[in-house]
């Protein structure tokens, strides 16, 4: 169905402008350190304000799904986080207004992914929701990979100031695109007044059955490390490859990028095999929990290996591919909790996941920088840290792999899976 893929297409393209805006602050952050003469942690602090209304923002704003369609909802996120990032163009403006901004900017995009989730979720049946998910979240992976050259460019050449302004132009020029083309899938939930309601949309789970089951829970644990170990890529690893391997910005920011490209390869294969497996109906070996827990314990195994190894010819492959499993997670949680959940609360229960994963994004920068900071030197610091992250990204591997069932948590919950409408059955990209 030609609206369903335009949609995705648009909301690809709205979490490619979401994660070129967080990748802004970590690829211009020695130049904003120099700059400002602030130390690492201080700049850590500066990175964890974008979170610090982020999950009250991603709960408060997916709990209006259930009053407001998700259009103009998208619409005035892309507005807002665009508006956020425009005052850093002013040269009188300092540290002060770079966390201010930063926590505006927060407020905006923390419930983008879990509104752009359900917004997609309302266009394919269940079964098919594996690739167009996974794509959404290859934006975080495209959006890095377009912004750590092309941000790098424009630093070199008219200074980091001008990178938080490009990101912000291109959010507005978004913004009137999907003014033109957005609209609401035909298996959207009803909402609003006089608005006619099918079984389903009627349909309601305590949410407290839902958020204290085995597969919420776990998925949203594992979801967690995995964003600690995103966040911290991102946050970081310009600094790390420059103060630890010694690299240039260039090269830094051309490695940041392929490690993007690899965590979308990572989502993209994933999602087509899962739709193909869908489509045929062709059972998985494994539980679907178990298959996704085991490759993110194998992500946290490659980045205990990237920051013991002293060769880069044990990093590079690491970063570029192994690591990059623990993507996955954070497709399947959204899938798994959507699954779980009936399409009216379905953007409550993605807004909640996406609350509790977020706080990796809060807490890795503050920590990371203090370990590095306090560490007697940057590399021991920073061995530390990717070994916390290795820790983190092992344990909610494990629980997911043994814990995390979708299919038998909705079973239980009275959950019906979400049938497909006829016209978007067998769709392709």
């Known amino acids: 169905m030609r609206g369903a893929w335009r949609t995705t297409w648009l909301l690809l393209a709205f979490m490619v402008v979401n994660f070129a805006d967080k990748a802004v602050l970590g690829l211009a952050g020695p130049e904003i350190r120099a700059d400002f003469g602030i130390t690492r942690q201080e700049f850590g602090t500066a990175q964890s304000a974008f979170f610090a209304l982020f999950s009250v923002a991603a709960l408060g704003v997916s709990a209006l799904t259930k009053r407001v369609r998700t259009t103009p909802l998208l619409l005035g996120l892309a507005l807002l986080w665009s508006a956020a990032q425009l005052p850093m163009l002013w040269g009188a403006a300092g540290f002060g207004t770079l966390v201010a901004t930063r926590v505006l900017l927060g407020a905006a995009e923390g419930p983008a992914a879990p509104v752009a989730m359900h917004h997609v979720h309302g266009w394919f049946p ?12 290859v934006g975080a992976a495209a959006g890095v990979a377009v912004a750590a050259p092309a941000l790098s460019w424009v630093i070199t050449h008219w200074g980091w100031r001008w990178s938080f302004g490009a990101v912000g132009l291109v959010g507005l020029v978004w913004a009137l695109v999907w003014r033109l083309w957005g609209a609401e899938g035909p298996l959207a939930p009803a909402v609003g007044k ?29 979801s967690f490390a995995a964003y600690w170990s995103m966040s911290t890529l991102l946050t970081w690893a310009p600094d790390y490859l420059e103060s630890v391997v010694g690299w240039d910005l260039h090269q830094a920011s051309t490695m940041v990028g392929l490690g993007a490209l690899a965590n979308g ?14 489509l045929r109906g062709t059972p998985p070996r494994l539980p679907v ?17 990237y920051g013991l190894s002293d060769s880069l010819a044990v990093k590079v492959p690491m970063m570029l591919g192994p690591m990059a499993l623990a993507m996955v997670m954070l497709t399947f949680a959204s899938t798994a909790c959507a699954r779980i959940a009936p399409p009216s609360q379905r953007g409550v229960v993605l807004g909640v996941l996406t609350c509790v994963y977020a706080l990796g994004g809060i807490l890795s920068p503050l920590v990371l920088g203090g370990m590095v900071d306090s560490a007697a030197t940057v590399p021991a610091g920073y061995e530390h840290g990717w070994l916390l992250t290795s820790g983190l990204l092992v344990t909610g591997g494990i629980l997911a792999a043994v814990f995390c069932r979708p299919e038998r948590t909705a079973e239980r919950l009275g959950v019906p899976e979400t049938p497909a409408a006829a016209p978007a059955q067998h769709v392709t990209p």
Request: aromatic residues 4%.
């Open 126 to 137: 269940q079964r098919e929701r594996a690739l167009p998910t996974a794509l959404l979240l």
């Open 289 to 305: 929990g178990m298959g996704a827990g085991l490759l993110v314990v194998l992500a946290g195994c490659a980045s205990a290996a």
């Open 265 to 278: 390869a990572v989502l993209l294969v994933h999602g087509f095999v899962t739709r193909r497996s869908a």
């Open 194 to 222: 006089g608005m006619p309601q099918s079984q389903q949309d009627m349909l309601t789970v305590p949410l407290r059955r839902i958020l204290l089951s085995p597969t919420f829970l776990t998925a949203a644990y594992a």
